[in-house]
């Protein structure tokens, strides 16, 4: 029997015939499904009463706060906790990320795998850092996987944030951070009432969430702005403002920030706080070495961090590659050679569409290995696509016959 783990409508971690399935974005496998936190592209099992979850409670209620309905079928897990399953056993630990949020270590008689799920490394107002956990395969989130984001120390963020939130009022507007209702919200009320005598106001899912951070131990005082004192402090214009992105701004008085990660990527000239609820790349990169895997799969990047899997190799020497269809085990890939060759053939004739264009087959390894395939496999597929007369070699590389 072998570990193996793949992408396919979620993460799926199989030993032999038993498996799990980790935040599934589709509901076409069986196998028990675990939810690492309450951000929508992760919960989507949730909207599948029938089906049974693992997620903690704190994923539960705050998914109830943002108005998911029928919430069913939830077995609560809590950090620290075992979750056995026959030869299976998932153990839940903190991923420092937002209320709830957990990683996975799912333990095999061949070996263990982490999922990261998303992830923060740092010590934040509201989070401690992510559990670093030893593995055999680790499953890491690349969101920010790129040397380009570097966030400034938490601390040095706070300080700014606070300065330009008094500076405004004192200017006669009223500071008003536009953010994700889960994490920042509740990271940037920490930081006014630590270093601020500055009431806050939230609107909408950010005062619903708020209220589960409190009734979850957090100290944390701001007010909803469609309750008497919440009006009243929009009124006389001494307080800040929190509203989720997208939402409408109670007062014309307010002055826009943005808390996000991305602030570090974004020209200048509006207000943007790089608050983030996710690690950096030095971050990712310090949590992999603590971890010791002897192979790491990457999820969750965009164009920005599609490289990250590269980065990993060269600077800790550490086999890396995006996490794809492509079945990985804790060795490397697993080759089912021929329809692998044969799927990977089928994708290069999808990309080669320019008629007398020559491509060359570094280029193409590159795009194909964006899809999983490596470059053994897309070398044997020019290889088959010239046999059959679809290919013919030219100089520097290759054409459309
Ligand atoms: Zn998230
Ligand atoms: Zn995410």
Redesign the pocket.
Known sequence: MELKVRQRGGTIIEYGDQGVILDPTSNSHSYPTFVS?A?AD?AAAFKHPEREKYATTETYRLLEAMGWKRLDNLNQVKVGDTVKLDEIEVKIHNSG??LG?VQFEVNTPEGTVLYTG?MCTENTFTMDPATPVECDLLIIETTFGAPMFQFPKRNEIAVEVYQWAVNTVINGRIPTFKTDSIGNAQEIISILNKYTNLPVVTTKSATKVTDVYRESGYNLDSVDANSDEGRDLIDSGKCAIITPKGSKVPTDLSEMALASGWAVIMNRGRVAFPLSDHADYKGLLGFIRKCKPKRVLTFHGGKMTKDFHNHIKNTLRIPASPLSTRVETIKGPLMKNENRVLACSRQIIRTIRIPGFVYQPTWLAKEMSRQGFSTDETENSIELLIEKGILKGAEGGVRLT
């Open positions: 936190h951000h992760h990320h937002v949020s998303d």
